[in-house]
């Protein structure tokens, strides 16, 4: 059982934190019938629904057999390493930060190395995540916390766009200069890359998650009802890949849960809820920003959005707060792990890259904010 444990505290560490934050919570106020008002049901339908589609997709090797059809006319170092970053921006737009960089870093390190540019593993992949987290903020399904703030704050999808667009288009500009910064116009060996094989798809089972994915956008465009297209995504996956089921981040969903729970009864404590607020008036984008260095920008921004109706402040904060330290966004963490696993590894290295790039971008980023909001 304590190995269990363990090994969920190393795996699932902010999981595991809001399941005890949860649990503290429920010793100040018991359970009673206001515990399923704390409950965002509709952006747990949708974000099941988006995590299963994305991953039968994945799993069929979707993403992989268009990144790898536009790799093979590259023959530059810096012009595979733009290809492979921008992937991860423009992808993560519409399958999610995590999805993208689930997809996209293993390829990124065999692509890589099978082209004798290992060398160049760490700036690429730091790039790659900075990339799917910027890439994100840009719509409403990008990443969770902005799905979770579009439904709570019942912004347009137009709106949404406009506002996070002046950001993104930015840090699509530092990427640009950034990946041909840190790669060199040296000629790569294409018969390397030639030897890669993307995975195996089913045509009929991709036709069949991109039709569900088209459909759980109208829900995003508040057309159906949130259940009426899980049930139906739910079906066709048991019907026709049944498997994918077991391939889903359910602890995500989890965390979502309780970190429901807690912030539901940290607002009818009325001395916290008051603390709280006080320091968060005002200060909306400065405290989700910070915040999200040390507890990461998922429950950073359930917890202040519960203090504040300022949902544009907090909802950049947020998109802007994944940079900075490497647990201030889970997809952060899920690029870090995947670089763990390659042979000969640096991860000091890695993770001072990732700081010092992800500084420099803050500072632009933070800057046109201040710019656009003065």
Do not use: W
Not at 97 to 110: G, K, Q, R, S, W
């Amino acid at each position: 059982m304590l190995r269990v444990i363990k090994n969920l505290f190393k795996n699932e560490p902010v999981t595991m934190v809001s399941f005890i934050l949860a649990v503290m919570s429920v010793f100040l106020v018991p359970f009673d019938k206001q515990y399923l008002d704390y409950i965002n049901f509709k952006t747990l339908g949708t974000l099941l629904s988006l995590m299963i589609i994305m991953s039968g997709l994945s799993g069929q090797g979707f993403f992989r057999k268009i990144a790898k059809n536009l790799l093979d006319k590259v023959s530059q170092l810096r012009v595979l390493g733009l290809v492979l970053v921008l992937l991860c921006f423009l992808f993560s737009m519409f399958i999610t930060n995590d999805v993208a960089l689930i997809t996209f870093v293993p390829f990124a390190i065999e692509v890589l190395c099978m082209a004798g540019q290992d060398g160049y593993l760490i700036p690429i992949i730091v790039l790659q995540t900075i990339a799917a987290n910027l890439g994100s903020m840009l719509t409403p399904i990008g990443n969770p916390h902005n799905l979770f703030l579009y439904d709570l704050a019942h912004f347009h999808p137009v709106a949404f766009v406009k506002m996070m667009l002046p950001y993104t288009l930015l840090a699509f500009v530092i990427l640009v200069v950034m990946t041909c910064l840190v790669t060199g116009n040296k000629k790569i060996n294409r018969s390397h890359k030639e030897d890669y094989k993307p995975g195996y798809e089913t045509p009929l089972r991709t036709i069949i998650y991109l039709v569900l994915f088209v459909l759980s956008l109208t829900v995003v465009l508040r057309v159906l009802p949130y259940y009426l297209v899980l049930g139906i995504v739910i079906v066709a996956v048991i019907i026709f890949d049944r498997k994918n089921l077991l391939e889903v981040d359910y602890f995500l969903l989890l965390t979502f849960l309780f970190l429901f729970i807690f912030v539901g009864n940290m607002k009818r404590v009325d001395v916290v809820n008051e603390f709280l607020s006080n320091i968060v008036a005002g200060r909306e984008f400065e405290t989700t920003l910070i915040t999200s260095q040390f507890i990461n920008n998922v429950p950073t921004t359930i917890l202040i959005s519960g203090m504040t109706t300022n949902y544009k402040a907090v909802c950049i904060g947020a998109d802007f707060g994944g940079l900075g330290t490497l647990i201030a966004s889970m997809a952060s963490l899920i690029s870090f792990k995947l670089y763990g696993r390659v042979k000969g590894n640096r991860k000091g290295k890695y993770i001072l890259t990732f700081t010092v790039f992800s500084i420099i971008f803050l500072v632009f980023l933070v800057s046109e904010y201040y710019i656009l909001n003065n």
